[in-house]
């Protein structure tokens, strides 16, 4: 719990403590309630691990589905109107701004034949998603790439990439140092 919230305070300059995180960072919360609607998930207690993610969803702003997996260090920033739908996969130290959507692509037909076939993304390591864009059907986003602010992406993005527009589009790579709204120093003006 401590690094956890550590790499929070590490990304986000408005944290000033452990205890302001953990009070007042409605991410923080959401990921503590999917963890515990993860486990009734995995132990096929459907009902209640949707009626915890729902109370999370009402406290919070963000909806989890409890089937989600969820890394180490996940840091929802802001929060409101995130949603991550069932088989999103998310790896370690990501973060990801308000009103994203992980989302599916599939019609509302059919859904029996959908069950158990990934439809979400997949976010490895290191990913920022702008605040919001949207990463729809079961895409993969490579290690440290930037989703940009409303970008909506539909395609596998590489690693290190930068991706921003309708449809999103890799404009350059990303840099180690830390973008929170994914823009580069390619996007700067040089004076």
Do not use: W
Not at 19 to 48: C, E, Q
Not at 57 to 79: M, Q, S, V, W
Not at 111 to 140: W, Y
Not at 152 to 172: D, L, Q, R, S, Y
């Amino acid at each position: 719990m401590n690094d956890y919230l550590q790499s929070i305070i590490d990304r986000d300059p408005a944290a000033r403590s452990k205890l302001s995180v953990i009070l007042t960072y409605p991410g923080v919360k959401a990921v503590f309630f999917h963890r515990i609607a993860n486990f009734f998930a995995t132990a096929k207690f459907d009902l209640i691990a949707r009626i915890i993610s729902q109370f999370s969803r009402f406290l919070t702003g963000i909806e989890i589905h409890p089937r989600a997996k969820i890394g180490k260090n996940l840091f929802i920033d802001h929060g409101m109107g995130v949603v991550i739908g069932e088989t999103s996969d998310i790896a370690d130290n990501v973060t990801i701004y308000h009103m994203v959507t992980l989302g599916g692509i599939s019609p509302s037909i059919n859904s029996n034949d959908q069950r158990e076939i990934k439809r979400h993304p997949t976010l490895h390591d290191n990913v920022v998603v702008g605040s919001g864009a949207q990463i729809l059907g079961p895409v993969v986003v490579g290690k440290n790439a930037r989703i940009g602010a409303n970008a909506v992406v539909t395609k596998n993005v590489p690693e290190n990439a930068v991706m921003v527009g309708i449809p999103a589009k890799n404009v350059g790579t990303a840099t180690e140092e830390f973008k929170p709204y994914a823009v580069t120093n390619g996007n700067e003006e040089k004076e």
